[in-house]
């Protein structure tokens, strides 16, 4: 029998089962973009690594002279012996260039109210100005960049700034993906009338993808319970996931759930009281994590998305594992069933949030998906009101901490 939890409760317990990952691997910064930091970053350096100039200008000690005598210039990348400054003199210096210590302010070429070769003549300034002092950004020692972040391009170059140029990651799970029919084929196969494409292993796999998880797409299983059986004994000791989709409701032929419970599955739950995609499974078969997905291809890709995504991001040792959400105005009222929960897919705009063709699209229905770019997530209701809704947009990353459920 199907379990009648909420999708909240399904989500929880995806989320407190798992455990993340204490495996890593040194690699390259310039090779490590999507991957999860396996220790804290300490700052090498203070940045700026010395007091440098903000502007090209001319640099000073701050006093009440207004006219001052050029006695150097000063490049960036320059060299120099300390000097001392007296009130009434200046250097002229670049953009990036190292600021002498007694000078303490900078103004911009633009600003003097007179410059020739010899002297300036300046306007009152604040004393300071358009000087970046050491270590005003980062200080050598501190905590750059926390354990379990993952890194993006502005962390590429935040730590290429700081010379480091191998950092430990964690190891992502290794990923099976398959799928059940024997009305299946694969796309790059024939099918006639009264067979069907196998959509959901190439959607799932493109999500993971998307995510910077990879998996191995294994085939079909054919609708036969030994083979089945056999079949996800070979996986389980190859894999850390196993991802199915179809077999898992009550069918004839759906004979996945008997086969992971005979290879020693333990689930998390079976069923969710959802539309669409009451038909999914999670659990632990010994070391491997199951995720049994529905067949309609629409139901298995939202329950990717909304429960894989977060469970793999835990276990892969993420800090941020959570979907961040945004608050937008429903435009268009619409029903619901009150005996489910809901994952709906509409158009997030300006603000604004539309539901995809007034929610009368069915669970196989892609086009639903292929046309939207955000999903809401609702409990029990009988009508979705011209109201505010937490949206996930489909791009907006992840936080440490959040709920995005429209209880």
């Known amino acids: 029998m199907l379990d009648k939890i909420s999708y909240k409760e399904a989500f929880v317990r995806c989320i407190d089962n798992v455990k993340p990952t204490d495996l890593y691997k040194s690699i390259y910064v310039e090779n490590a973009l999507g991957e999860f930091l396996a220790e804290d970053i300490i700052a090498k350096r203070d940045a700026p690594v010395f007091s440098n100039s903000a502007m090209d200008g001319f640099g000073f000690k701050k006093s009440e002279n207004?006219?001052?005598?050029?006695?150097?210039?000063?490049?960036?990348?320059?060299?120099?012996?300390?000097?001392?400054?007296?009130?009434?003199?200046?250097?002229?210096?670049m953009t990036g260039a190292k600021v002498p210590s007694g000078i303490d302010t900078v103004i911009p070429i633009e600003k003097c109210k007179e410059v020739n070769?010899?002297?300036?003549?300046?306007?009152?300034?604040?004393?300071g100005a358009n000087i970046r002092l050491k270590g005003e950004e980062i200080s050598k020692g501190e905590i750059l960049i926390k354990k379990g972040e993952e890194i993006t391009p502005e962390i590429v170059a935040l730590l290429s700034s700081q010379g480091i140029v191998n950092v430990k990651v964690f190891i992502k799970?290794?990923?099976?993906?398959?799928?059940?029919?024997?009305?299946?084929?694969?796309?790059?196969?024939?099918?006639d009338a009264e067979e069907i494409y196998n959509v959901n292993s190439y959607a799932?796999?493109?999500?993971?993808?998307?995510?910077?998880?990879?998996?191995?797409i294994i085939g079909i299983?054919?609708?036969?319970?030994?083979?089945?059986?056999?079949?996800?004994?070979?996986?389980?000791?190859?894999?850390?996931?196993?991802?199915t989709s179809g077999g898992i409701s009550f069918g004839d032929a759906d004979f996945i759930y008997e086969a992971f419970l005979k290879n020693s599955l333990k689930e998390f739950f079976r069923g969710i009281m959802v539309k669409p995609g009451r038909p999914t499974?999670?659990?632990?078969?010994?070391?491997?994590?199951?995720?049994?997905?529905?067949?309609?291809?629409?139901?298995?890709?939202?329950?990717?998305?909304?429960?894989?995504i977060p469970t793999l991001?835990?276990?892969?040792?993420?800090?941020?594992?959570?979907?961040?959400?945004?608050?937008?105005?429903?435009?268009?009222?619409?029903?619901?069933?009150?005996?489910?929960?809901?994952?709906?897919?509409?158009?997030?705009?300006?603000?604004?949030?539309e539901v995809f063709k007034n929610y009368k699209y069915g669970s196989s229905m892609l086009t639903a998906l292929s046309n939207s770019n955000s999903l809401v997530i609702t409990g029990k209701r009988e009508k979705i009101e011209k109201e505010i809704l937490?949206?996930?947009?489909?791009?907006?990353?992840?936080?440490?901490?959040s709920n995005f459920f429209n209880d």
């Open 390 to 401: 937490k949206v996930i947009p489909f791009d907006i990353g992840f936080c440490v901490e």
């Open 204 to 216: 799932i796999k493109a999500l993971l993808e998307k995510n910077n998880f990879k998996a191995d």
């Open 173 to 191: 799970p290794k990923i099976a993906i398959l799928s059940t029919g024997n009305e299946l084929k694969e796309p790059f196969e024939a099918a």
């Open 66 to 93: 207004k006219k001052l005598k050029v006695i150097k210039t000063i490049y960036a990348g320059d060299k120099y012996e300390d000097f001392e400054i007296k009130d009434n003199e200046c250097v002229r210096i």
């Open 281 to 308: 499974m999670v659990g632990m078969m010994k070391n491997s994590l199951v995720f049994a997905l529905p067949g309609n291809p629409l139901s298995s890709y939202l329950n990717a998305f909304a429960l894989l």
């Open 117 to 127: 070769e010899n002297y300036i003549v300046i306007p009152e300034i604040k004393k």
């Open 221 to 243: 299983i054919p609708d036969s319970l030994e083979e089945t059986i056999k079949f996800i004994q070979n996986l389980k000791n190859k894999y850390d996931v196993i991802i």
């Open 313 to 353: 991001r835990k276990i892969s040792g993420a800090r941020e594992y959570f979907y961040n959400y945004v608050y937008a105005k429903n435009k268009t009222e619409f029903k619901t069933n009150p005996k489910k929960d809901h994952t709906i897919l509409g158009k997030f705009e300006c603000g604004e949030w």
